[in-house]
């Protein structure tokens, strides 16, 4: 079985400080906020920003957070509206590939982000209300309140890494 959550991250995430005791709702509240958050955080910048031991730069981080939170949107629509609750990891490096996430403009990924996490408030929402419970193929089972966990802390981790490359990008030239 795959770790995942605060077994996998730790509790806190020993990167990004993460409190997995948070409540679903707070979860939800968190990535209703995340969009401003995001924007405030690359504020001026270009999004090509990168750092030595990351293969990502900004604008690939905006756009794997807003890929993330419309794959585990759609899959708790699917369970919600027809029954189907298998679901299967993706590779989001493939992902990456595919929609060559490091060339895409920063301006369109954010307002992209806006889009995908305001779907994903209404799904997860009403997954919450319904006690939804997915089956994932790798990790066993998945409740709407653990799905609402591990995607708010995807999007505070990445925030983390996107706050790294920016320190890196910013160090003063000796
Ligand atoms: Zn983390």
Redesign the pocket.
């Known amino acids: 079985m795959e770790r995942w959550g605060a077994s996998l ?1 730790g509790n806190p ?1 020993r ?2 400080g ?1 409190d997995w005791s948070l409540t679903p709702l707070e979860a939800l509240e968190w990535v209703k906020r995340l969009p401003a958050r995001y924007g405030v955080l690359v504020d001026g910048r270009q999004g090509d920003e990168r750092h030595p031991e990351l293969a990502w730069n900004v604008v690939a981080y905006v756009c794997h957070v807003t890929d993330n939170l419309r794959n585990w949107a759609e899959r708790l629509a699917g369970a919600r509206l027809s029954g189907h609750r298998n679901v299967s990891g993706y590779d989001q490096d493939l992902l990456a590939h595919a929609r060559s996430y490091n060339d895409a403009s920063l301006a369109g990924a954010l307002w992209s982000l806006k889009r995908a996490a305001d779907s994903w408030v209404e799904s997860v929402s009403a997954a919450l209300e319904q006690n939804l419970v997915l089956e994932h193929s790798t990790r066993g089972i998945q409740r709407a309140d653990d799905v609402a966990r591990n995607n708010a ?1 995807d999007a ?2 990445h925030a ?1 890494d996107i706050e790294r490359i920016l320190a890196h990008h910013d160090r003063p030239t000796p």
Do not use: G, L, T
């Open positions: 991250y995430c990167d990004c993460f802390h505070a981790h983390w």
